[in-house]
């Protein structure tokens, strides 16, 4: 095909990783818009020449292409998924004031909650004791900020579609039961049951449950992952 | 109703300048209430339990919290003038990217400048320069980040710029001469009155970087 009339395709790419919690938020989205797309699986331990073209500054995944213009930046990616695709369902509510609330949650989240599992993961013993019942204290402000902020409804859900905030929010934490397999236990029930019953209801919900990474492969590269701390 | 306007904020602070430049650029006014962060007050601690920093803006009442957060805030509600985000969708996130891109990068290495030595101080340095240049690769020959008009990633950076007299004092070094290009666009965004009447004496800055290693102990 001439390159002019590919460019002119309403072409969508997504590069990920089969494991990534995070490029899953980007396809998540599409689906969700109803938005066809071509994925890219990358392997970061040799990565493309392509990725390396369309994301220099970071060199990670997640990356759309649209129309031959990158973007990079998951939670940047779904702002513009909402904003190029207009239609519903939306990611964002349209009040200023509850945007400015997801986006403040949504940074949370990866600012804290999942550097937290990574601290987990990378810790041992009492360290990793310790790991554990501050992140399940980050998880309880989570829950009480989502409560307050949102009150009345489940943040994470928009009716019957999944929300912004559900769609980051069920990055790693909907991989649990992997983690818990390979002993990178976090789970923490008894402190925090409002959040793991929203990590459930994620669960459940067809598009990430499709989208979920196939569990026994999972366990055995969180099984690799961690004998490197050890 | 007239809107009520509040920011908390600290007088040093580039996340805190951002706002001010912010609300400067779409002319509204605000009651700027100077924060004590040794001995943080019952406003901000109601206002921000989660992070208890600053700025916090809090517009009638509803606090909105994290600088970039509380930018694109301002740029929504009082829409109808001086746009800060562009408003095609791929410019949009270009300029989210590289806005977080710089609240990311830059103030790591910027404050271990003058608050570390030896080997983690020029570390430090190698690494901000970097940033500095990726910036200025970005910048290239458009008069401001955001192409013709000033715009987000402008308001997310230029904060940083008064804070560059610290970095060259401690550093031993001169951005002027690592990103000549750079410090036009500063001198440029210098021009505007909202970065101006935004932005702190530099030398004020650094006197008081010199203070606060005292009370630190940092030699």
């Known amino acids: 095909m001439e390159k002019k009339e590919e460019n002119q395709r309403e072409e969508v790419l997504v590069f990920g990783t089969w494991a990534n919690s995070i490029s899953g938020r980007v396809e998540i989205a599409l689906k969700l818009k109803g938005i066809p797309y071509e994925y890219v699986e990358e392997d970061l331990s040799n990565k493309s020449e392509l990725l390396l073209r369309y994301n220099p500054v970071h060199k990670k995944v997640p990356v759309l292409v649209h129309k031959g213009k990158p973007i990079a930046e998951s939670l940047v990616i779904l702002e513009y998924i909402d904003e190029n695709w207009p239609n519903s369902p939306k990611l964002l509510p349209q009040d200023p004031y509850q945007r400015a609330k997801v986006r403040f949650w949504a940074n949370y989240y990866d600012q804290k909650i999942i550097p937290g599992i990574y601290t987990i993961g990378q810790s041992q013993g009492k360290e990793r004791d310790e790991a554990i019942e501050e992140w399940s204290e980050l998880v309880r402000v989570l829950e009480e900020g989502i409560e307050k902020d949102f009150p009345g409804k489940l943040a994470l859900f928009e009716g019957d579609n999944i929300s912004f905030l559900g769609i980051v929010v069920s990055s790693y934490a909907c991989c649990y039961p992997a983690f818990h397999e390979a002993g990178s236990v976090f789970l923490s029930w008894e402190k925090n049951p409002l959040f793991w019953s929203w990590v459930n209801a994620l669960r459940d919900y067809p598009l990430i449950k499709e989208k979920l990474p196939p569990h026994h492969r999972l366990v055995e590269s969180l099984k690799a992952y961690q004998s490197r701390f050890s | ?33 100077e924060q004590d962060l040794r001995n943080k007050g019952p406003l901000l601690l109601e206002m921000n339990p989660i992070h208890k920093k600053i700025p916090v803006l809090i517009h009638n009442g509803k606090p909105i919290c994290e600088s970039l957060i509380i930018v694109q805030y301002i740029d929504e509600v009082w829409h109808h003038k001086a746009p800060l985000l562009p408003s095609d969708p791929y410019q949009r996130a270009q300029a989210r990217f590289w806005a977080d891109y710089v609240d990311k990068k830059v103030y790591p290495p910027g404050r271990k400048i003058w608050a570390t030595k030896g080997d983690e101080q020029e570390e430090a340095k190698k690494e901000f320069i970097e940033i500095l240049k990726v910036l200025e690769g970005e910048l290239g020959e458009k008069p401001y980040f955001g192409g013709e008009s000033f715009g987000f990633v402008d308001i997310s950076f230029v904060t940083f710029s008064c804070w560059f007299h610290v970095y060259e004092t401690f550093g031993n070094f001169s951005i002027e001469k690592e990103c000549p290009k750079l410090m036009a666009w500063v001198k440029r965004c210098q021009e505007r009155e909202s970065v101006s009447k935004s932005l702190p004496d530099e030398k004020k800055l650094l006197e008081f970087v010199y203070y606060l290693m005292k009370i630190f102990g940092i030699e």
Do not use: Q, T
């Not at chain 2, 509040?6 to 605000?30: C, I, N, P, Q, T």
């Open chain 2, 1 to 33: 109703m007239a809107d009520e306007v509040v920011l908390l904020d600290l007088w040093s602070s580039m996340f805190g300048m951002r706002v001010r430049v912010a609300l400067a650029e779409k002319g509204v006014e605000y009651e700027y209430k």
